[in-house]
């Protein structure tokens, strides 16, 4: 089981919990939505749970609920720039399908 982040998925991750003062790291998981079932939810963390499944790179905590763990297994997180826009994506080997606004997706 893993999940990983990119390099610069790390820096923005380093320079938003600088700025905010506090935090361990990000909490990523999934919720049912959307018109294909699942969305990515994405948050930063100030604590971890006893529940969670941590994982370390780049000098980046994630935090994943085991609920989430089966849908996300393997996924890379990274910080994209394109053009005006700029965001993470996630790079999810287990999607099968993703709907035509992108907010969702199937495994």
Do not use: W
């Not at 003062?21 to 909490?27: A, E, M, N, Q």
């Not at 996924?75 to 993703?98: A, H, M, S, Y």
Request: proline share 4%; charged share 30%; with cysteine.
């Amino acid at each position: 089981m893993s999940v990983t982040v990119t390099e610069a998925a790390a820096k923005h991750v380093n320079k938003y919990l600088a700025r905010r003062g506090k935090g361990v790291g990000v909490r990523l998981g999934v919720k049912t939505t959307g018109c294909s079932g699942l969305a990515y939810k994405l948050e930063y963390a100030d604590e971890v749970a006893p529940e969670d499944v941590v994982f370390e790179d780049h000098g980046i905590k994630i935090l994943v609920d085991p609920k989430s763990m089966p849908y996300i297994d393997g996924t890379q997180l990274d910080f994209v720039r394109e053009g005006l826009n700029e965001g993470f994506r996630f790079n999810n080997p287990n999607e099968r399908d993703r709907c035509g606004c992108g907010e969702s997706f199937r495994v």
